[in-house]
């Protein structure tokens, strides 16, 4: 400070400014009063003028001579010096430099002039004052001092008491105790005392005390008493002593201290006439009492609340009953006052804050405030202070309040005008207040209006320059809503009033701001005072005693005394409510229930608490098997849904939360987000829908909600409202979209490494579900504005956020409808206002149809979709796919397509039924009656109008779609090609994303078909969509294959259809191109040469489907792995309806399903119940199946030498049979366009894939017709009852012909086992026939002369089946023979043709690059004389072969003759055989129908490798000759036949039971 009063530039420039600004500082300091401050800034001048002195910075005179200018400026200012003087005599006499102790006396002596020299010896020390000679020695003067004191202190005077005379006294009384309001005042009472004292030689001391005593009796004259006790006597000291004396003779136990006394203490106090600090060492009790007494409270409110959380025994009750009473009893010995908090309440009510703050600060928080008395003064300070302000912005309009008189004090705090004035005492007030305002709760609602009033400000207030003000208020306002109002609220008992208020206040803060306060009173506020821990403990007993009690009968009653506990305590009440409800979820219905009963507060508090629970660190989210969501959580999530559908609690807090949990990648909690929606939309996501939900879900919004759930949807629109607004208002909606759509992905790639798979499964699936239901939602509840102005464009949605597509155009869908509804209505307002105008003129034009008008519309809509979708794919899509296509397919829905009529007609029939069963109900009243009826017959129309406007759509859709369909397939490549990108594209990924959209899918392939569209392949598409689903099966989930069964089972209904009735299938797709069996790319002119596929390969070829659907089951069961078993369960169940139809292939599945259901019983139940569920329907279905021979034609018709009879009939190759001059026709055509076909792409086919559909390709591309077929045909042929039959029917069917038949099939066989690259199925179709053809020749003889031909037929017939199988076809036998010109022109064909893709590759990889393969897999002929060298190679080749058959025919002999010589072992073997074949699940039928394909498995088929006999090695080394001629696949049958042989050694090694077993077969053999 002193280094502030004098600056360094004054000592050196003092004689020109120095000294002049010295002064002149000393006289400013003289002129304030600040309470005697000001002296101290004096002393710090002079001693720091004094002290360069002392350095030698100034010179003696000049600093002499300023100081004895000051003496003027006041009369103590000599008293004042000498203090300085004083306090550098101390400082100097221990410093070692001589010379400054010098410049001290020196300076000294200069100013004994100004100073007088008694003040000087009072002040100085002894040995100083003999330096400046003013005392001769320094040693008598100190013995002097020793001997006055000793005389002054010590020595006992004799007083005569009886010199005082009482009459005096009496007097003195009767002066102060006079009448006071008239002119007497306290100076004129004054010198009467004085007289008193003078003349009856009073005790100044005791007259003190007893104008103290009469002004404690008259403690409402401080005007008059207080001026005379500061005139009578100054010194604080004394003042002190004779109060501290009176205080101190009530502190005995039982005495009370008056509150007179207390009184004028705090006014003395308050008047500055004492300090404090002197009297507060005279009051009782001592602050460590206090603090101790307070330790003491705190831990006998947590023992109590110990004890209520506690069960206590019933002897423990007694014992504790028995201590009670014994703290009562002494209790009763009334302690003595605490002198401090009477003071204290005093010195408040009088308004003296500051003594009452610095006595508080002494306390342990809240200990004074926590005393009644006290807090009603404080409480009673704040309504003055804040009395201006409330009466300008607090008071609600129409009320009128109590006016408050203000203090007379002028001391006390001054009233706030402002809210800004709130900062200068009244927010600490309030503070120190902390939960006790709870006892005056008119000021708890007058600083909850004035916090209402602030906030008006603030929101209206905007600016920049009251900005800063404000937010420190606003904070002001928070903290006294965490430290002040709401621990208040929680000791105020059931104010439901003072709860509405202070939701008045907080209403008006964001949610986090308020969210912030809940968490500070739940889980700090109540371990603050022992108050507030004793109620915390009493709320908890209080809640357990109803949770206890509550049921669904009593949910009224309950209800009640839930709404009284939670009024004050709100946190308390909801963490035990829901810590229950995570423990027993039946009490979640009673308790929504019971809420009806909360306050607007504690809604917001309980949606606070529910956000808490779920975000609970300490508690796990999945169950300790770690494949299912905990059961916590799913009770959480449901009392969520219904909680906020029930009652009006905000939003914006539960979705920010699931944002921020899927945010950080955590999908656990979308479960809340989808009850909430269900909940409060009515929007049910289930895949359990019956087939009449799922059509309701096909019309308008009216139907779904009558029709399309299992709950009845009723008066959500209110709750529907709320969640929309609350989406919209905190922009939640396109976030919660997007995040949802990239974290089904995050899903199984981030969150999904180290959890199980069914969990990743469900958590998928339940991340899909919410987001198809919240899409939904946004969908039937944004207005189109909303809408479009929320969701971008779908290149932004995939390109720049990632949404994956089927997502990106679920979001976009629903905009793309409203935006051409939209169009469509302005182009027909434009129309009739061209056309009103028109009238007026009086012209007339043609009107346009409104067909056209919604072509336009659809046109300028989608027109910016089709340029924005081709960045979502590679360039090379769009050679195939037209983007207009693309678009047209993701855009619709079956909303679009089709109209429910059955749907409509059966809710319009319900609605009838209602009201003819209200009318027939007597016991309805008449206005019910009335209002019920009204309801339903509005609803009756509202259904029909919208029926109506569907149907008007609807037709608009398909005309559109009629003019578009030209223009959607390019086909640059093959067929082929174009569908297996319609497939990748559209069809798969849109097929699992719903329910609906399954449905949709099935429904727009057959509409493609229908329209007939050109270059769609409707067979190829079904065929690739049924051959092999084995790999899409494995990689859904488990509602994806529960939409994938659901798809496919729609598509089959479409082929069972057409397979039930020619009719139907010549009238809907007999002319069809669709169903063409040549296909050719685009460029070629083909057309008029295609051959239609008749209704008999037709259904041939449903049956290779059939076939092919159980081949793929029965793998997909035999694996063991859980996602197979459980997915291909529940297709198959889906699927049920339309499959199996057959009567053996329903057998396979259900023997395959039967064992699933023993082996899974212990292991998995899950699985066990999917399977015993499955197995029960399918045997109810039992008798709808039939034979095989009545689902499609087995009979092959009688042979005929002439080429002309297989005109109608399909040839070996998978074709129809043409003539020969057609065939030669297309032979030429071929070779022109050789060059050009060899370019195709096509997919090289994986040898894991054998299960995938397999089509041949002429032409470059397939022909759908099944080899499998043509075995179950020759099979059936083989039955003893047929052959029976044919040899009394067919006269030129001799025993040559019948071993020319068996010759041919063991040819057929022998080609078959040389090659490696077979279908399983086939090869254990070909071991089925062998046994039966050992079975036809031991029986037919000797009938082993065959012709050349024939065996020339036969060997181009097995090597056209290797070629087909080495292409992937899936052909269909010819039921007549072949001339020799028609089967060269067949090989050329199938020279110059291209395998197909296989199914698997265009579900599993988009990016294919197939180029390789077709190079290394096919020889392209483009000259004519090229292929008459191979014609005669060919030949060569045969010949070759018919030598090999001759060796044959000696070994069968050799084989007859064993054969008899071991009947026995014979037998073994069968039953050898019938055995394995029962482990197998195959029980083949007597007569030999078909063969079970149960065998055809990939697992299987392996293991029937191992088991061939040794027997059949010569034949497959014969057989690999025709196989080595052939043009394609030369190098590759050599390779894959060594692959093979290794196989089989590795397999023989780990199975020698099975090869002893074999040897012995063939011994017998």
């Given amino acids: 400070m002193a280094a502030l009063l004098l600056q360094s530039d004054w000592i050196k420039n003092w004689e020109k400014s120095g000294k002049h600004e010295f002064v002149q500082l000393c006289k400013d300091l003289t002129k304030k009063t600040n309470h005697g401050s000001e002296i101290r800034d004096i002393q710090a001048a002079f001693y720091e003028l004094c002290w360069q002195v002392v350095q030698g910075n100034l010179k003696l005179d000049l600093a002499a001579s300023a100081l004895e200018d000051m003496m003027e400026l006041r009369n103590d200012m000599p008293s004042i010096l000498a203090d300085v003087f004083c306090i550098l005599d101390i400082e100097t006499s221990a410093l070692e430099e001589k010379n400054k102790r010098d410049h001290y006396t020196q300076l000294v002596g200069a100013c004994l002039i100004f100073v007088p020299e008694v003040i000087l010896k009072e002040r100085l020390d002894p040995e100083t004052l003999e330096s400046l000679g003013l005392i001769k020695q320094a040693h008598q003067f100190n013995q002097k001092i020793v001997k006055i004191k000793t005389k002054l202190f010590y020595k006992q005077q004799k007083f005569n008491l009886l010199r005082e005379e009482n009459e005096g006294y009496a007097k003195l009384i009767t002066e102060l105790g006079q009448d006071l309001s008239g002119s007497i005042t306290s100076n004129l009472v004054l010198e009467s005392i004085k007289s008193l004292i003078g003349c009856f030689n009073l005790d100044p001391n005791r007259v003190l005390d007893i104008i103290l005593e009469v002004y404690e009796g008259r403690s409402d004259q401080d005007e008059f008493f207080l001026p005379l006790i500061k005139s009578y006597m100054c010194e604080p000291l004394t003042l002190c002593h004779i109060l501290g004396f009176k205080f101190k003779f009530y502190q005995e136990p039982n005495e009370e201290t008056p509150r007179s006394l207390y009184h004028i203490a705090a006014a003395l106090l308050h008047h500055n006439l004492i300090e404090l600090e002197d009297l507060y060492a005279h009051l009782m009790p001592q602050d460590v009492t206090i603090v101790e007494e307070h330790k003491r409270d705190i831990s006998e409110a947590k023992q109590i609340a110990r004890k209520l959380v506690m069960v206590v025994l019933p002897s423990e009750k007694s014992e504790d009953k028995e201590k009670d009473k014994e703290k009562e009893e002494d209790k009763n010995e009334k302690p003595p006052d605490n002198q401090k908090l009477g003071l204290l309440e005093a010195l408040l009510r009088i308004g003296d804050w500051q003594h009452a703050k610095s006595i508080m600060d002494q306390m342990p928080s809240f200990y004074a405030t926590s005393h009644k008395a006290i807090a009603l003064a404080l409480c009673q300070l704040v309504h003055l202070t804040v009395e201006p302000l409330y009466r300008r912005a607090g008071v609600p309009k129409g009320a009128k309040g109590c006016v408050m008189r203000p203090l007379r004090n002028k001391r006390a705090p001054r009233p706030a005008e402002s809210f800004d004035d709130l900062r200068r005492d009244t927010f600490t007030m309030l503070c120190y207040l902390g939960p006790h305002l709870s006892h005056d709760p008119i000021l708890f609602a007058k600083i909850i209006r004035l916090g209402k009033g602030f906030m008006k400000e603030y929101q209206i207030d905007s600016r920049a320059e009251v900005k800063d003000k404000m937010e420190i208020l606003l904070s002001c306002f928070l903290s006294i809503a965490d430290q002040v109002l709401l621990p208040a609220l929680s000791l105020m008992e059931c104010n439901a009033c003072m709860s509405e208020e202070l939701w008045g206040l907080f209403k008006l803060f964001p949610y986090q701001h308020r969210y912030r306060l809940y968490g500070q009173w739940k889980n700090e506020t109540y371990s603050s005072h022992p108050l507030l821990v004793k109620v915390k403990a009493q709320t908890v007993d209080r809640a357990k005693y109803i949770m206890k009690r509550l049921t669904k009968e009593n949910v009224k009653p309950s209800g009640r005394q839930i709404g009284k506990l939670s009024h004050s305590n709100p946190t308390i009440l909801f963490d035990y409510i829901l810590s229950q409800i995570q423990w027993y979820d039946n009490l979640i219905g009673p308790v929504v229930d019971s809420l009806k009963y909360l306050t607007s507060l504690n809604y917001d508090v309980l949606a606070y608490c529910i956000i808490e629970a779920l975000a609970n660190p300490e508690k796990e989210k999945m169950k300790h098997d770690d494949t299912t969501i905990s059961s916590w959580l799913q009770s959480l999530a449901c009392l969520c849904g219904a909680v906020f559908r029930k009652y009006p609690i905000e939003l914006a807090g539960l979705l920010q939360y699931v944002t921020n949990q899927l945010k950080a990648g955590k999908s656990f909690d979308l479960l809340i987000l989808k009850e909430v929606v269900q909940k409060m939309a009515g929007i049910e996501i289930t895949d359990e829908m019956t087939s009449e939900q799922l059509e309701a879900m096909m019309g308008g919004e009216q139907l779904k909600a009558e029709g399309g759930y299992f709950g009845q949807i009723r008066n959500t629109k209110k709750s529907s409202q709320r969640l929309k607004d609350a989406l919209l208002h905190h922009e939640l909606a396109l976030p919660l979209c997007l995040l949802m759509a990239q974290q089904r992905n995050g899903v199984v790639f981030l969150e999904g490494g180290e959890k199980h798979l069914k969990l990743v499964g469900k958590l998928y699936d339940q991340c899909h579900d919410t987001l198809v239901q919240f899409g939904g939602f946004l969908a ?104 207009q296509f693309y678009a047209t397919f993701w855009s619709l829905t079956m909303y679009d397509l089709d109209v429910p009529r059955s749907a409509y007609e059966r809710e319009v029939n ?244 039967h064992k699933i259901c023993l082996e899974e019983k212990d292991k998995r139940p899950d699985l066990y119940a999917l399977a015993m569920g499955y197995s029960g329907q399918l045997k109810s279905r039992k008798v709808h199946m039939v034979p095989e021979n009545e689902f499609h034609h087995k009979e092959q018709p009688v042979r005929s030498a002439t080429p002309a009879s297989q005109q109608n009939g399909p040839s070996s190759t998978g074709k129809p049979a043409a003539s020969t001059g057609k065939t030669e026709d297309s032979m030429s055509e071929d070779g022109e366009r050789s060059k050009e076909k060899s370019q195709a792409t096509v997919k090289p086919v994986n040898k894991a894939n054998n299960t995938a559909a397999k089509v041949t390709t002429s032409n470059g591309n397939g022909a759908l017709i099944s080899t499998k077929l043509v075995k179950e045909r020759d099979d059936k042929e083989k039955g003893g009852k047929e052959k029976k039959e044919k040899k009394d029917k067919a006269a030129g069917s001799t025993p040559e012909s019948k071993g020319d038949r068996r010759e041919k099939q063991r040819d057929e066989r022998a080609a078959r086992e040389g090659k490696e690259k077979t279908p399983k199925a086939d090869r254990d179709k070909l071991k089925a026939e062998e046994k039966s053809v050992k079975e036809d020749k031991a029986k037919s003889g000797n009938g082993d002369s065959k012709e050349p031909s024939r065996e020339r037929d036969t060997a181009k017939e097995a090597k056209s089946k290797e070629k087909g199988d080495r292409s992937t076809a899936a052909s269909l036998k010819s039921p007549g023979p072949r001339s020799e010109s028609a089967e060269r022109d067949h090989k050329r064909r199938k020279l110059d043709s291209h395998p197909s893709p296989s199914h698997s590759s265009s579900v599993k990889d988009n990016s294919n690059e197939p180029k390789d393969s077709a190079a290394k897999n096919h020889v392209n002929y483009n000259s004519v004389a090229r292929s008459k060298s191979r014609e005669r190679e060919l030949e060569k080749k045969d010949s070759e072969i018919s030598q090999g058959r001759s060796k044959e025919k000696k070994e069968e002999k050799d084989r007859k003759e064993r054969k008899r010589e071991h009947l026995v072992s014979d037998r073994e073997l069968s039953q050898e055989s019938k055995r394995r074949k029962d482990e197998n699940g195959t029980n083949p039928s007597k007569n030999g129908k078909s063969t079970s394909p149960l065998s055809d498995s990939p697992l299987s088929a392996e293991k029937e490798k191992s088991k061939r006999p040794k027997s059949s090695s010569k034949e497959k080394g014969e057989s690999v000759k025709p196989e080595r001629t052939s043009s394609g696949g030369k190098k590759e049958s050599r390779h894959d036949k060594e692959k093979s042989e290794k196989k089989e050694k590795r397999e023989s090694s780990g199975g020698k039971e099975e090869k002893k077993h074999h040897k012995s077969s063939d011994k017998h053999r």
């Fill in 780 to 883: 039937s509840n944004l207005s189109t504005e909303d809408y479009i102005k929320r969701v971008p464009s779908i290149d932004i949605l995939c390109n720049q956020f990632h949404t994956p597509h089927d997502a990106a155009f679920f979001l976009s869908r629903p905009m793309y409808a409203h935006q051409i509804l939209s169009k469509y209505d302005e182009l027909k307002k434009a129309e009739k206002a061209e056309k009103s105008d028109e009238l007026k003129k009086g012209e007339s034009t043609r009107q346009q149809p409104k067909e056209h008008k919604y072509m336009v519309a659809c046109e300028q809509v989608m027109a910016p979709v089709h340029e924005a979708v081709v960045s979502l794919h590679p360039p090379r899509v769009w050679d195939d796919l037209r983007p």
């Fill in 910 to 1153: 319900k609605l009838k039924a209602q009201i003819k069963a209200i009318e027939e109900n007597p016991e309805i009243p008449v206005n019910k009656k009335k209002k019920e009826k009204e309801r339903c017959t509005a609803l009756q129309d509202k259904l029909l109008e919208e029926e109506r406007k569907q149907q008007d759509h609807v037709n608009r859709v398909l005309h559109r779609l009629k003019l578009e369909k030209d223009n959607w397939l390019q086909a640059r490549s093959t067929k082929n090609e174009t569908i297996t990108k319609f497939l990748q594209l559209c069809l798969f990924p849109r097929c699992i994303f719903s329910a609906i959209d399954a449905v949709y899918c099935a429904r727009f392939v057959e509409l493609v078909h229908q329209q007939k569209t050109p270059n769609f392949c409707t067979l190829l598409c079904y065929d690739r969509v049924f051959s092999a689903i084995i790999y899409t099966v494995a990689s859904c989930t488990e509602n994806e294959s529960r939409r994938y069964g659901r798809f496919l089972c729609c598509m089959l209904e479409t082929v069972t259809r057409w397979h039930s009735d020619r009719s139907i299938y010549e009238k809907e797709c007999g002319n069809y191109p669709g169903f063409l069996t040549i296909f050719r790319a685009t460029g070629f002119d083909g057309g008029n040469k295609a051959d239609q596929l008749d209704y008999e390969n037709f259904r041939h070829v449903v049956h290779k489907w059939h076939y092919m659907l159980t081949k793929a089951s029965v793998h997909c069961l035999e694996t063991g792995e859980y996602t197979h078993i459980r997915n291909i369960l529940i297709v198959l169940t889906k699927i049920l309806p339309c499959y199996p139809k057959v009567l053996n292939l329903g057998q396979a599945l259900e023997c395959r399903v």
